[in-house]
């Protein structure tokens, strides 16, 4: 499984009756509310981090990345676009990147 593969599933899922599906229902609700769903799997997956509960961690991991890829979904914006801003940034490091902002500001 691949977050192509993912973001495929959602896509096809969120066209599906919200009775049957999750991803339809979180949709159906909103985009505000997968957005907080992301808040909250974020926060649980910082709570793994800290705590050093490795298999929370890899289950909060995934249930954040399939809660952002619903909000993706919501926002119209294709994953790929994220990989190009990702892909972007490959054309430097993380620091100088993050001093190039800074010197926007
Ligand atoms: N990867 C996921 C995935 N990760 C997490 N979740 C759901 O996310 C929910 C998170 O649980 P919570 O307790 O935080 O939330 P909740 O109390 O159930 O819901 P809320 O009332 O808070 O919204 C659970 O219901 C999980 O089943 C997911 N639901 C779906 N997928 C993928 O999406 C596909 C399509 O799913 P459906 O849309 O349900 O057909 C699945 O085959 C999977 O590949």
Same mark, same amino acid.
């Given at each position: 499984?691949?977050?192509?593969?993912?973001?495929?599933?959602?896509?096809?899922?969120?066209?599906?009756?919200?009775?049957?599906?999750?991803?339809?229902? /979180?949709?159906?609700?909103?985009?505000?509310?997968?957005?907080?769903? %992301?808040?909250?799997?974020?926060?649980?997956? %910082?709570?793994?981090?800290?705590?050093?509960?490795?298999?929370?961690?890899?289950?909060?991991?995934?249930?954040?990345?399939?809660?952002? /890829?619903?909000?993706?979904?919501?926002?119209?914006?294709?994953?790929?676009?994220?990989?190009?801003?990702?892909?972007?940034?490959?054309?430097?490091?993380?620091?100088?990147?993050?001093?190039?902002?800074?010197?926007?500001?």
């Amino acid at each position: 499984m691949t977050l192509e593969d993912l973001e495929a599933r959602i896509a096809q899922r969120a066209a599906a009756s919200p009775e049957e599906s999750y991803t339809a229902k /979180l949709i159906a609700r909103g985009i505000n509310k997968a957005a907080q769903k %992301v808040g909250e799997e974020a926060t649980e997956a %910082v709570i793994a981090a800290v705590t050093g509960d490795r298999t929370e961690l890899v289950k909060e991991s995934a249930d954040l990345l399939y809660h952002l /890829l619903v909000v993706l979904k919501a926002a119209d914006i294709p994953l790929r676009e994220v990989m190009s801003e990702l892909d972007r940034r490959t054309a430097q490091t993380g620091l100088a990147e993050k001093a190039s902002r800074t010197d926007q500001s």
